[in-house]
T-cell receptor
Framework: GAVVSQHPSRVICKSGTSVKIECRSLDFQATTMFWYRQFPKKSLMLMATSNEGSKATYEQGVEKDKFLINHASLTLSTLTVTSAHPEDSSFYIC????????????FGPGTRLLVL | GNSVTQMEGPVTLSEEAFLTINCTYTATGYPSLFWYVQYPGEGLQLLLKATKADDKGSNKGFEATYRKETTSFHLEKGSVQVSDSAVYFCALSNQAGTALIFGKGTTLSVSS
């Protein structure tokens, strides 16, 4: 089956630093990946759609300069939280759309970010 | 706009009880519908899906039928196990290639 990995699984950082989270599709190519944020006891909130070779499309209210997304290859998308603050602490999850003809999205295991 | 509404949790059941988690949706056109499950400490996993009206998705004893007339996709299982304890998310995709729209999730707790 389609497998999506994320790294790191957990990160603790100081306020003001930047953190990069990687999302990889391990056994398929993904032209489109999605980044979600999950708050405690809340659903997933779509942050942005990442398209290989082009700029990401951000959802309303998501600061593109704060959450930098790079989809440099068909198997890798990165999310960089710049100048992180405690309110950025959350669970970040990526997903990758399966190859053409299948609308299923496969999710990474998530990255727990804690900003002190 | 598109949205998904699922029953508020938590749902607490004894082992072997019957499970129903309600899910209704609002969407234009003919969306695909999904149930995802998130076990404690893990990411989301696809549980089942249905892509057109009257389709029934099934997996691991769980079932859900795409009902266009009632815009529903209720999740059912005849006999739950402790290992089914997780958060269940109903979701829709209204267009191939677009992000999923999720419900708020329903926490299921099964005790032995």
């Amino acid at each position: 089956g389609a497998v999506v990995s994320q790294h790191p699984s957990r990160v603790i950082c100081k306020s003001g630093t930047s953190v990069k989270i990687e999302c990889r599709s391990l056994d398929f190519q993904a032209t489109t990946m999605f980044w979600y944020r999950q708050f405690p006891k809340k659903s997933l909130m779509l942050m942005a759609t990442s398209n290989e070779g082009s700029k990401a499309t951000y959802e309303q209210g998501v600061e593109k300069d704060k959450f930098l997304i790079n989809h440099a290859s068909l198997t890798l998308s990165t999310l960089t939280v710049t100048s992180a603050h405690p309110e950025d602490s959350s669970f970040y999850i990526c997903s990758a759309r399966a190859p053409r003809g299948d609308e299923t999205q496969y999710f990474g295991p998530g990255t727990r970010l804690l900003v002190l | 706009g598109n949205s998904v509404t699922q029953m508020e949790g938590p749902v607490t059941l004894s082992e072997e009880a019957f499970l129903t988690i309600n899910c209704t949706y609002t969407a234009t056109g003919y969306p695909s519908l999904f149930w995802y499950v998130q076990y404690p400490g893990e990411g989301l996993q696809l549980l089942l899906k249905a892509t057109k009206a009257d389709d029934k998705g099934s997996n691991k004893g769980f079932e859900a039928t795409y009902r266009k007339e009632t815009t529903s996709f209720h999740l059912e299982k005849g006999s739950v196990q402790v290992s089914d304890s997780a958060v269940y998310f109903c979701a829709l995709s209204n267009q191939a290639g677009t992000a999923l729209i999720f419900g708020k999730g329903t926490t299921l707790s099964v005790s032995s």
